[in-house]
């Protein structure tokens, strides 16, 4: 072989080695690559996996407290009642005094029993609390005398008729039968029977609200015109199902 076959030779070989030695260089710095990708997508998914924690968002789950200044009032029937007055404090614990939230709903004091106010109020989460203040609406009293002292007037005495007998004892034969009918007594009085109790039911489930259904139990009761109560429904957890109306 000449020289000049040498020499190309040479040269295709030395262009061949650059490029095999190129190709394993980046197939290296591919590689290292790919090593520190894959080390820090392993690294982050086991930092979730042990602080699951810090991924998430905290809730707040804990519903206000409604503190009422006494559990049970009484009202005279008819009479008024001022209720934010029996409110003491409406506290969240995060979102602090929520006073001006606070809903109710208003009984009817003309029917005399035992009737229920319902406060409630929910924080910015959708938390909600609820407290009962019982009121026991009392028949009004009859007027009494303002002056006992005063003198009293004489008591008159009904005129008491003697019952006119003939002259003659033999006129009793001929006499004239009475047309007289006799009156019961008025110590017999008649048997009164008693009257049937009556349970209703006013439930959520049913379409019943927060907002109306104390009115709706009050009406039902109004309806009657006898006496009875309307009383909160509550489960096992604490919350309120609606209302019961007994009447007695």
Do not use: W
């Not at 070989?13 to 990708?37: D, G, H, N, Q, T």
């Not at 006119?164 to 110590?187: A, F, L, R």
């Amino acid at each position: 072989m000449t020289d000049e076959q040498l020499l190309l030779m040479y040269q295709k070989y030395k262009r061949r080695r650059i490029i095999v030695l190129i190709l394993i260089i980046s197939i290296i710095i591919i590689s290292i690559s790919i090593y520190f990708v894959i080390s820090n997508t392993s690294s982050k998914i086991k930092g979730e996996v042990d602080n699951p924690v810090n991924h998430e968002i905290i809730k707040d789950q804990i519903a206000p407290k409604i503190k009422l200044s006494v559990n049970n009032i009484e009202v005279m029937k008819g009479g008024d009642i001022d209720y934010l007055k029996y409110i003491e404090s409406v506290i969240d614990d995060t979102e602090g005094d929520l006073l001006d939230k606070i809903s109710y709903v208003e009984i009817d004091t003309s029917l005399v029993g035992e009737q229920n106010i319902i406060y409630s109020v929910s924080d910015s989460s959708g938390n909600t609390a609820q407290e009962i203040l019982k009121v026991n609406i009392l028949e009004t009293k009859n007027p009494v005398d303002e002056h006992p002292n005063s003198p009293s007037l004489p008591k008159v005495e009904e005129p008491k008729y003697e019952e006119s007998k003939p002259s003659n004892p033999d006129s009793t034969n001929n006499s004239v039968p009475s047309n007289k009918t006799e009156v019961p007594s008025s110590n017999e009085t008649p048997e009164i029977l008693p009257k049937e109790k009556i349970v209703k039911y006013f439930l959520f489930s049913d379409g019943y609200t927060m907002a109306n259904v104390s009115e709706v139990c009050a009406t039902e009761l109004r309806k009657t015109n006898r006496t009875g109560m309307c009383s909160p429904i509550q489960d096992q957890d604490g919350i309120y199902l609606g209302m019961k109306l007994e009447v007695e």
